[in-house]
């Protein structure tokens, strides 16, 4: 249930700064506001409490994922949700690291995606953040971090100036 407060946080947060910038200036680009808002949330914030949940309760983070408790792996896992949130919250603030930090997100959370899927399918791994609405919204945040991302980029590119 957390990734979808965190995906509805992002969709609040981008709602109401598109709807206060929209008054003052036409020119707000959507997907540039929207990629912000979901590496601020769905990544970094959440990123952060995962980072801490992996370490602080890792028994019951792993139960909660339906793995075994005790599993060193599982400090790994803490690491790299706090420099995916730290990428992240950097791509927030800053705009030129954004579409970079979009797609390595959506990368990483795609890629988790495929080993939930592949754990729910291969070892009938039902666990609550491990499949079910979790996975759906977690799948949805991955391909939307990577369309954003990509868009960003290809923006972006666009609209530099030619180099010799």
């Known amino acids: 249930m957390y990734m979808l407060f965190w995906l509805v946080v992002a969709l609040v947060g981008f709602g109401v700064q598109?709807?206060?910038?929209?008054?003052?200036?036409?020119?707000?680009?959507?997907?540039?506001?929207?990629?912000?808002w979901l590496l601020l949330s769905a990544v970094g914030l959440?990123?952060?409490?995962?980072?801490?949940?992996h370490?602080?309760?890792?028994?019951?983070?792993a139960q909660?994922?339906?793995?075994?408790?005790?599993?060193?792996?599982?400090?790994e896992v803490a690491v790299a949700n706090l420099a995916f949130a730290?990428?992240?919250?950097?791509?927030?603030?800053?705009?030129d690291v954004r579409p970079v930090a979009g797609l390595v997100s959506g990368i990483w959370l795609g890629g988790d995606a495929?080993?939930?899927?592949?754990?729910?399918?291969?070892?009938?791994?039902t666990a609550p953040n491990?499949?079910?609405?979790?996975?759906v919204i977690e799948t949805v945040i991955a391909l939307a971090l990577l369309g954003l991302g990509g868009y960003a980029a290809a923006s972006r590119r666009s609209a530099a100036p030619a180099r010799v």
């Open 130 to 135: 491990n499949a079910g609405l979790f996975l």
């Open 18 to 36: 598109y709807a206060l910038r929209r008054r003052h200036d036409r020119s707000v680009s959507v997907p540039d506001l929207l990629l912000g």
């Open 114 to 125: 495929i080993v939930h899927t592949h754990e729910l399918v291969a070892h009938d791994n």
């Open 86 to 95: 730290v990428l992240a919250l950097v791509g927030f603030w800053n705009p």
């Open 64 to 75: 909660g994922i339906g793995f075994p408790a005790g599993n060193p792996f599982q400090y």
């Open 46 to 53: 959440a990123g952060l409490l995962g980072a801490f949940a």
């Open 55 to 61: 370490t602080a309760f890792a028994a019951e983070t």
